[in-house]
């Protein structure tokens, strides 16, 4: 007997009588794709440029992701933002960043309309959309789209990946992660690693086993329910994190350098027909060193580093192979949608000479060629957080200009590879129209004949931005829809219009490190500092014809306001460090006196106690149990940089880790005691930071056991700015990368642990034993 079904809205359909005997059920109907409607898979690497990929010209051998291009598209006019949040909320929603909130990335929000970085729920996501249309929904890597605020066990978790439609997750929710060590989120808890590093454990072959395990757990019991799978790796972001065999399969092979490699890439992209026959490859950047005015030493540590980093693709390659090869083993392969994007251009965060720990970069210290060669055999393992140098970030954006956070097209021209058997009848070929990242969303609802729907959970939605490409995909010839495109990131400005492309670049060469965007320099900008280019007819920027076609130049500039007026674009701030670290809104208000308990959750960075260049005290109360007892009271950060207090051999002991470079330890002379015990650490500054200079404040240490000082030792330098990037405070154990070399993690505690206490205020330097005693007798 056939089901009767009835959508919402619609009268009952049965038949209700006085008994069961009499009367004649109906169903609220279900939520069902369309018969035979086809799975989507969008893969999102990070940081990886036009040229790094096999099928887009590169040497690294990328083979799964060629095959998708072999029996499919490669898109060669492909665009996104500069960076990427900004980027990921307009492949999900279809609308521009700013409409997004995400002006920049969401360590960078502040309280304007188009940079608040809270994507509106007007804005409805891809996952929300197919989940209302009978979609099991995943999504799998870096997430980077919820405010930095809502990260922690506080939440709220509205704006985490299964409030945004999302029914599983499995992930990290910042801008980046140890590849080793990641800070790992499963649905909307905390959880560890499966494995070690000893024991063979990666990031990218662990969210690929999730990916299989998702599908295949939903396909056994409804194998007719089509999916969408978000895979989004941590790769190709630093940390660039590879077992060495990996990288030994390059051995050799970049040690020409940069420039080589630019120009036999160029060559390769012009013979698979991603570019014209008589484009111009741009000069050398001035920017990036001359690869043969370099020592023989930084050949080889700048050459070791690009090695890392093909064989963390290739690796990379690998396990998106092995999810694509249980698709096909399932048979869905044929009858998934997939699109391979990069969220920006490959990045030059690493500076003129590469870095064995990214957080440098964001801290302002440099890095020393020096103490780089010395570990140059460990790259790629877990000991270190290295990015290469810039010169690699440009050849990797090869046929383009500059790198991520600009506006040039090497920060924002990126491959794009669609493979959908069923549904694409071309194979091997290259489509030339224009895209960009929020015409993603409208092509997959038109290859899956869906409309946007009005509303989604009771919020009106607002107008889908970008325009859909479905038509190029049977259609080679066919013109593109998308005439009109602006780009904006951190004051950095272009616009593309039918075939034109002007371009704003600040701060300009003339212009000292991070000088301010003011209202008289942007007047300047706007009458002499615009380039412009017919990437019609030369694609690769080199031709700048601001003066001699004055009159395009200043249509495309009043079109850029335009642009900017429509999508919340204003105001253009530049800076950087005030943004990373403004006061935003927070659901715990700041305070002076922090509890931390044992066996939570590790409390993010930018909700955990801020004590960096700042007077502090930490306390915690014990039991130590016979024999003795060892572990981490409370530690923040890894091995990028941060803190820990712990006991080892029965000593109280501290250690501050100097972005990496260097450990400074203090311990006490004496054991601490059996029983209740009270333990505490002080820290008083001696002298005003120098953030520019990569330095933060010095100071006194003191350790103290049950009220007593028992150790003091000089602090010379501490971080600056930001022990990490992802890893935040751990209250117990030392979670993720180790603080220090002096144990292993996560090293918990094996006595008893009641609670640790962080007290900002200051008090507990004035008298500042009888100042120690007074916070502890607070426990």
């Known amino acids: 007997m056939a089901i009767e079904e009835y959508r919402p809205g619609e009268p009952f359909p049965g038949v209700i009588g006085r008994t069961a005997e009499r009367s004649e059920p109906a169903w609220p109907a279900l939520r069902r794709a369309r018969k035979g409607s086809p799975n989507v898979m969008l ?67 502040t309280g304007f309309p188009g940079s608040h970085g809270i994507i509106p729920f007007e804005n409805g996501f891809l996952s929300e959309i197919l989940q209302l249309n009978g979609y099991n929904t995943y999504a799998l890597g ?71 395990e998702f599908v295949t757990d939903a396909k056994q019991a409804a194998p007719d329910k089509p999916f969408f799978l978000y895979f989004a790796t941590g790769a190709m972001h630093a940390p660039h994190h590879v077992p060495k065999e990996w990288a030994d399969r390059y051995q050799g092979q970049f040690d020409e350098g940069w420039s080589v490699y630019r120009e036999r890439t160029f060559q390769r992209q012009k013979e698979r027909g991603l570019i014209p026959k008589d484009a111009v490859l741009p000069p050398h950047d001035t920017d990036v ?48 949608l997939v699109m391979v994007i990069s969220d920006n251009g490959a990045s030059a ?51 383009f200009r500059r790198w991520k956070r600009e506006t040039y097209r090497g920060g924002t021209s990126e491959p794009l590879i669609v493979h959908w058997p069923r549904g694409i009848e071309a194979r091997g070929e290259v489509r030339h129209q224009y895209a960009h990242a929020i015409d993603v969303l409208p092509t997959v609802l038109a290859a899956l004949e869906i409309e946007p729907p009005h509303a989604i959970r009771g919020y009106t939605q607002s107008a889908i931005e970008g325009v859909s490409f479905a038509h190029t995909f049977n259609n080679a010839s066919t013109e593109s829809r998308h005439r009109t495109q602006y780009f904006e990131m951190l004051g950095h400005r272009a616009i593309y219009h039918d075939g034109w492309r002007a371009v704003c670049p600040f701060p300009q060469p003339s212009d000292p490190p991070q000088a301010p965007l003011t209202e008289e320099r942007l007047r300047a900008l706007d009458v002499d500092g615009w380039e412009l280019y017919h990437v019609a007819e030369d694609p690769t920027e080199t031709t700048d014809l601001a003066e001699s076609r004055r009159d395009k130049l200043i249509e495309m500039i009043a079109l850029w306001y335009v642009e900017a007026g429509k999508y919340q674009v204003l105001p253009l701030d530049n800076r950087v460090v005030e943004r990373m670290t403004a006061e935003r809104p927070r659901h715990a208000q700041e305070r002076e006196h922090h509890v931390y308990y044992p066996g939570t959750s590790q409390v993010p960075p930018e909700v955990a106690a801020r004590v960096i260049n700042r007077q502090h005290s930490i306390t ?12 981490v009271l409370l530690a923040q950060g890894g091995n990028t940089g941060g803190y820990s207090l712990y006991i080892k051999d029965r000593k109280l002991h501290y250690v501050h880790n100097y972005v990496g470079a260097e450990e400074f330890h203090v311990q006490s002379a004496q054991e601490v005691p059996e029983g209740e015990v009270e333990l505490g650490f002080g820290f008083e500054p001696t002298n005003k930071p120098e953030i520019a200079h990569g330095k933060g404040v010095s100071g006194k240490a003191e350790l103290y056991i049950n009220g007593e ?13 930001s022990y990490s990037l992802s890893e935040g405070l751990s209250c117990g154990r030392d979670s993720g990368a180790s603080v220090t070399l002096d144990y292993q993690p996560p090293f918990p505690f094996s006595g008893r642990l009641d609670r640790v206490e962080v007290d900002v205020t200051g008090r507990a330097f004035g008298d500042r034993e009888a100042a120690s005693r007074e916070v502890l007798a607070r426990q």
């Open 620 to 631: 915690a109360k014990v039991a130590i149990p016979p024999g003795g007892a060892e572990g």
């Open 43 to 109: 893969i999102v690497l990070d940081d990886m440029g036009y040229g790094q990929l096999g099928c887009y010209g590169s040497p690294i051998r990328t083979p799964n992701i060629d095959r998708l291009a072999e029996g499919g598209l490669s898109y060669s006019n492909c665009h996104t933002t500069p960076l990427c949040s900004p980027t990921r909320s307009c492949l999900l929603t279809g609308r521009n960043h700013h409409s997004n909130g995400v002006a920049a990335v969401i360590d960078m929000a």
């Open 142 to 212: 870096k997430w980077h789209l919820t405010p930095f605020e809502q990260c922690s066990a506080a939440g709220p978790y509205d704006r985490w990946p299964l409030g945004r439609g999302f029914e599983r997750y499995y992930g990290f929710l910042k801008g980046d992660t140890h590849q080793y060590y990641p800070d790992l989120i499963y649905d909307n808890h905390q959880v560890d690693p499966p494995k070690t590093p000893e024991e063979g454990y990666h990031l990218t072959e662990d969210i690929a086993d999730k990916a299989i």
């Open 349 to 399: 965060e690493g500076g003129p000479c590469g870095s064995m720990n990214e957080n440098k970069f964001f801290n302002n210290v440099p890095d020393s060629l020096e103490e780089n060669l010395k570990v140059i055999d460990e790259l790629g393992g877990p000991q270190h957080f290295n990015h290469y140098p810039r010169g690699w970030a440009f050849a990797g954006d090869t046929p």
């Open 289 to 336: 060193q001359d690869w043969n005015s370099l020592t023989a030493d930084e050949r080889r540590l700048y050459a070791r580093m690009m090695e890392v980093y093909a064989g963390f693709l290739e690796h990379t390659d690998h396990h998106i192979g092995r999810v694509l090869d249980h698709l096909a083993q399932l048979g869905e392969l044929d009858n998934t």
């Open 709 to 721: 000082r028992v150790a003091e030792g000089e602090i010379p330098i501490t971080v600056p700015l």
